[in-house]
């Protein structure tokens, strides 16, 4: 079960939504700025949470949170636990969808999912709401002029993580392994996680870029990353071959004069040892 994100201006009733893989900080980050950069193209006042442990807790939010703040220049309110009463018309949208998109509807993947419900999203904003006496998608614009407008740099939204390359080389995300190039093994990677990426990277050179796997327990592999570690494998239980000049390579004019034979004269010139 995946989340969705569901945002609802407060006057207009105009709904934008959008799956994410998880209710992590970043990935709620994510989705916030989607929906607010495609769908609403503009920035509320304040945005209105519930208890949510990925937006903060105890009247603190966390540091990824307050960094989209800043950058938006808004406001993040959160309601107090077990009161969905005060977000109600955020409620009532989450019911239309679960009475009015998911019945009938069959998905073969969380792209798939958020692809119908782009679709299906104009016409739930074209509905005609009784408290407006017309249609969400009509006062949107009058919610926008009121709303504070994009910021001109868009805020960071995906993760950063350091960490080392171990013998294996896979690297755990989101409860899934995905493999990286085998060259890099011991070495301290830079991991980037967005909701459709995973990239790992090294002084610039990219060693690894999936399609971020949004099931768990997955393992995730590149076919060149395979080849590239039975090339190493195979070089490490053979050895590296050997260098010119590193062969040694004996003048068996020593054995002669080891052995006191002259064979241009025939002569022995030992006295019977053997050097």
Known sequence: MLPVLVMVAAFSRFIAAVMLPSRQTMDLVAGMWQLLSHSFTAVPHELWWDNEAGIGRRGRLTEPVTALMGTLGSRLVQMKPYDPESKGIVERANRYLETSFLPGRSFTSPADFNDQ???WLPTA????????DGRPVDFLDADRAQMLTLPPVPPVTETMTSVRLGRDYYLRVGG?????DPRAIGQLVEVSTTLARVTVIRAGRLLAAHDRCWAARQTL???????????????????PPPADGDHLVRDLADYDRAFGVDFTTGAVTSDGEVA
């Open 125 to 132: 904003n074209t509905r005609r709401v009784r408290v407006l």
């Open 221 to 239: 592999t590149d076919p060149t990353h395979v080849t590239t570690a039975a090339v190493l494998r195979h070089q490490f239980q053979t050895g």
């Open 176 to 180: 899934n392994d995905y493999s990286v």
């Open 117 to 119: 419900l782009s679709q």
